[in-house]
Nanobody
Framework: QVQLVESGGGLVQPGDSLRLSCAGS????????MGWFRRARGKEREFVTAISGSSGTTAYGDSVKGRFIISRDNAKNMVYLQMNSLKPDDTAVYYC?????????????????WGQGTQVTVSS
């Protein structure tokens, strides 16, 4: 079992950067593929990015490509989401998730474990 705790959210201005962190538990953390999803008020949950547990291959949603970067530090059981050039449309609750598979990482149904979420608000 994996427990996930996100941190790093807050209020920023358009164009700013922010880094979210996700702390995971468990001795096999490195074997899990990790994803970030977000849900804006009144909208469906949206895939942001994922990194596989085997090869470290990454994938990004179209709306964040070129602006967001996912990384992981398996020695610390941490996953990070570096968000650059933030826009008001990035405002949402951001969730970290974990799965044992390396496929269909853009589908939230793939993930078994979820954090509680952290709020990111981009506003001037």
């Amino acid at each position: 079992q994996v427990q996930l705790v996100e941190s790093g959210g807050g209020l920023v201005q358009p164009g700013d950067s922010l880094r979210l962190s996700c702390a995971g538990s468990g001795r096999t953390f490195s074997s899990y593929s990790m994803g970030w999803f977000r849900r804006a008020r009144g909208k469906e949950r949206e895939f942001v990015t994922a990194i596989s547990g085997s090869s470290g291959t990454t994938a990004y949603g179209d709306s964040v490509k070129g602006r967001f970067i996912i990384s992981r530090d398996n020695a610390k059981n941490m996953v990070y989401l570096q968000m650059n050039s933030l826009k008001p449309d990035d405002t949402a609750v951001y969730y970290c998730a974990a799965t044992v598979t390396n496929t269909y990482l853009g589908d939230p149904a793939t993930y078994r474990y979820w954090g509680q979420g952290t709020q990111v608000t981009v506003s001037s």
